[in-house]
């Protein structure tokens, strides 16, 4: 996967995610919002370690 396509699908998922959130606590779906913030914090994982290995001083 080229990062470029990580980044997009992990802004798009924390989007719906704080879209979610705003939302009254009564109409927040916790079935939907668990699993987006679970992937969503997965894809930011990967796109920190995928930059500090190109950091030159690691390499």
């Not at 927040?28 to 668990?34: A, E, L, N, Q």
């Amino acid at each position: 996967m080229s990062i470029g396509v990580i980044s997009l699908a992990s802004m798009f998922i924390w989007i719906v995610v704080i879209y979610e959130l705003i939302k009254p606590s009564k109409e927040v779906s916790w079935r939907k919002t668990i699993p987006l913030m679970s992937v969503g914090s997965l894809l930011t994982l990967v796109l920190t370690v995928q930059a500090f290995q190109n950091i030159p001083f690691f390499n």
